[in-house]
T-cell receptor, first 117, second 116 residues
Framework: NAGVMQNPRHLVRRRGQEARLRCSPM?????VYWYRQLPEEGLKFMVY????????ESGMPKERFSAEFPKEGPSILRIQQVVRGDSAAYFC???????????????FGPGTRLTVT | AQTVTQSQPEMSVQEAETVTLSCTYD???????LFWYKQPPSRQMILVIR??????QNATENRFSVNFQKAAKSFSLKISDSQLGDTAMYFC?????????????FGGGTRLMVKP
């Protein structure tokens, strides 16, 4: 069973460009979470999605950031008009539906390191 | 809102020795889960161990064990027989239990260096 896949692993963007980060959850997982890790800090929650629905976006900046998880294909985190402060590692995690059998763990992808120049 | 605090930014231990990493949290919830994640230089987040708050027995996974003190809201990680491959950032994390899916709240991390 392949793990959580994220691409690209590294992304360089100039200020003002758009960044698109992709996440494919583990097979059978329908919950996707995005976290951001600034240098030398812990991970901070951004958004929680299920297929075609945003469940909790309380950690998302109000402007320039958006996320989706379409019926088909990977989850996308989109950052418009990037600024230097967006430079960070962005992690995606997935979990299976429900809590049966203690299946509440979140499994993390390798992350995408975004550098804004 | 929940908060997670790791008061030790950096720690070091000699290979084969035992080390304990501290974590405290603040919550008004009664049911929740606690986790320790390891982040090696590759930056991959790896789940080390988990604890359900309703279980009194401390979780163990091979060389890793926790000391869960619910009343004190403390959740420390003990690594026995430390190995060089244990060198990493370690993050304590909290999750509420009242929903089907919930976010993790992470502490700021402890950088552990295992010395040969």
């Amino acid at each position: 069973n392949a793990g959580v896949m994220q691409n690209p692993r590294h992304l360089v963007r100039r200020r003002g460009q758009e960044a698109r980060l992709r996440c494919s959850p583990m097979k059978g997982h329908s919950h996707v979470y995005w976290y951001r890790q600034l240098p030398e800090e812990g991970l901070k929650f951004m958004v929680y999605l299920q297929k075609e629905n945003i469940i909790d976006e309380s950690g998302m900046p109000k402007e320039r950031f958006s996320a989706e998880f379409p019926k088909e294909g990977p989850s996308i985190l989109r950052i418009q008009q990037v600024v230097r402060g967006d430079s960070a590692a962005y992690f995606c995690a997935s979990s299976p539906p429900g809590r049966a059998g203690g299946t509440y763990e979140q499994y993390f992808g390798p992350g995408t390191r975004l550098t804004v120049t | 809102a929940q908060t997670v605090t790791q008061s030790q930014p950096e720690m070091s231990v000699q290979e084969a020795e035992t080390v304990t990493l501290s974590c405290t949290y603040d919550t008004s919830e009664n049911n929740y889960y606690l986790f320790w994640y390891k982040q090696p230089p590759s930056r991959q987040m790896i789940l080390v161990i988990r604890q359900e708050a309703y279980k009194q027995q401390n979780a163990t996974e091979n060389r890793f064990s926790v000391n869960f003190q619910k009343a004190a809201k403390s959740f420390s990680l003990k690594i026995s027989d430390s190995q060089l491959g244990d060198t990493a950032m370690y993050f304590c994390a909290f999750m509420t239990a009242y929903n089907a899916g919930n976010m993790l709240t992470f502490g700021g991390g402890t950088r552990l260096m295992v010395k040969p």
